[in-house]
């Protein structure tokens, strides 16, 4: 089942497009802007349809109803339980799940990244300064 759901999350409007298929839910998150008229929804579905379906399916699966949870320890557990006292009033679905997790791998992936390219930069600089080096003593 697919569904888009569209809430407010101040300062901005956000749909929520959400594929449930064998007991996981796959869900990705699209800011909207202003309130979107059922026209607009619709003119929205029609051209960003296919990548939203797209970005959804490549979002990790989370089970329905269920989280992973790894067992802290006891510091760590008491400074958890206190946080969540302050934060009675929010409960995360388990396509907020979905999205946090896709949220994650992204930022994961992102650092991946930074990091190979870093190393090229350093790479190409270190080769550079060799070049320099060995031009400078052939000179001589």
């Keep these: 089942m697919i569904t888009l759901s569209v809430f407010f999350d101040a300062p901005f409007w956000v749909g929520v497009f959400e594929i449930v298929s ?3 839910v796959r869900a990705t998150r699209v800011v909207l802007g202003s309130e979107p008229t059922g026209a607009e929804l619709h003119a929205f579905l029609l051209r960003q349809g296919v990548p939203l379906l797209e970005q959804a399916e490549a979002a990790p699966p989370v089970p329905v109803g269920t989280r992973q949870v790894k067992r802290p320890n006891p510091k760590r557990a008491a400074k958890l339980a206190a946080r969540a006292a302050r934060e009675v009033g929010v409960r995360r679905t388990a396509s907020q799940e979905a999205m946090r997790l896709a949220l994650e791998a992204r930022k994961k992936e992102a650092a991946t990244r930074r990091k190979a390219e870093e190393q090229a930069k350093r ?10 080096r060995l031009q400078r003593r052939r000179g001589h």
Excluded at 123 to 132: D, L, P, S, W
């Design 22 to 24: 064998g007991g996981e």
């Design 123 to 132: 790479e190409h600089r270190r080769e550079v300064a060799r070049r320099k």
